[in-house]
């Protein structure tokens, strides 16, 4: 079920921000500044602050209480000019319950009450990237970003129905 994120969630929120962001950045293994970002990034406060930020959006995808993933849209973020639409921040779901639609539905839910004009970047070797050109998202850039010494490069993408 797919349904607004709560106060309540914000705990699995967080305990499922960090597996996620390890299991996509932490290849190598857990290194002290990847352990450092996400145990102070990720935290039920920073949950709390965006559940309150009235530029923020919030969708989970749960089942018998278990979270199996969140989409996170910040409606005043733009990339180079607002006619590309608002920012999809983070679209996370639990390495359990991928390929089952879950990604597709979050982002229907956006979709449905914020339109379908909408942008968001992805590291360059994520496997989410061929989860996004499958669905027929446009590449329309490139973010680099610096990330405990080095760049970071993510491809921007446009969402397919603009």
Sequence with gaps: MVRGATNSDCVKLAALSIKVWLDTYARQGIKTEYAEYVLSTFT????????NAAKYRLFVSEEDEVLQGYVLANLESHYQ??????????LYIDSSFKG???????????????????????????ES??????????RIGLLTFEFAGALIENNVYQSAHT
């Excluded at 000019?81 to 983070?90: A, D, I, Q």
């Excluded at 982002?107 to 449905?112: A, D, H, P, T, Y």
Aim: glycine letters at 10%; zero cysteines.
């Design 100 to 126: 089952k639609g879950l990604g597709r539905k979050l982002l229907n839910e956006i979709e449905n009450q914020f339109g379908s004009k909408y942008w968001l970047y992805t590291w360059v070797e994520n």
């Design 81 to 90: 000019t607002p006619s590309n639409g608002f920012e999809v921040e983070k």
């Design 129 to 138: 990237n061929g989860f996004y050109e499958h669905l027929g998202f446009s």
């Design 44 to 51: 039920t406060a920073y949950f709390f602050e965006i559940l």
